[in-house]
């Protein structure tokens, strides 16, 4: 099976967040669980459809992860190609979006444990167009200084402290979620995240001095 490659990006910017009407992202985690029961059912085609809707999602979380854009575009691939593999295990019961997301996690563990390392310091113009949005406002905001000292910062803070905002704040998955994938409380997420949140500011305001 072929997927369709339509991966564009991920954050812009630490102020800027994405929304969704709950109602609305509620109906869509619904259809998400429906679409992979039937992959698991054998109707792998509608796996076109999950990769649609959260390949730009995972290249994000990805790009967050490693600064790599070649790199997260493949770790998409392994994610869709994971999710096949072992598309016996979703359950009937299950939550599609925590299900892929733990999947990201540990396609993106791995990698990390047979590189050992990233450097933070990539050329992006290749990957301009995959990390921008439509807008043109966005493609600037990407070569500001701003963002610069915003990556920086990002990039002083630990895999797993970065991982943990990359779900939340720029992927947009619910404390609840993330805590499932992790096996502790909501609560217990909330507050990493504010503290995190509180490093990161302090960390960015030192820079941008």
Avoid: C
Wanted: glycine share 2%.
């Amino acid at each position: 099976m072929t997927l369709k490659k339509e991966i564009s990006n991920p954050h812009v910017t630490f102020r800027t967040y994405l929304s969704f009407p709950d109602r609305m992202h509620q109906m869509n985690l619904l259809e998400d669980h429906n679409l992979m029961l039937k992959v698991k059912e054998g109707d792998v085609e509608k796996l076109n459809l999950l990769y649609k809707r959260y390949s730009r999602r995972f290249f994000g979380f990805f790009y967050g992860m490693t600064s790599d854009g070649a790199t997260s575009e493949d770790l998409v691939q392994n994610v869709f190609v994971r999710i096949l593999k072992y598309k016996h295990t979703y359950k009937e019961n299950g939550d599609f979006e925590v299900w892929a997301f733990q999947m990201a996690r540990n396609v993106h563990h791995d990698h990390y444990r047979k590189n050992k390392r990233y450097a933070f310091q990539e050329d992006m113009n290749p990957y301009e167009e995959q990390l921008s949005e439509t807008t043109n406002t966005e493609v600037n905001m990407e070569r500001s200084d701003e963002l610069n000292y915003l990556k920086k910062a990002l990039s002083n803070l630990t895999d797993e402290k970065r991982e943990l905002i990359e779900l939340v704040r720029f992927q947009k998955v619910k404390y609840a979620k993330v805590a499932e994938m992790l096996g502790v409380t909501e609560s217990a997420i909330k507050v990493r995240v504010h503290r995190i949140l509180k490093e990161l500011r302090e960390s960015y305001l030192k820079l941008d001095v």
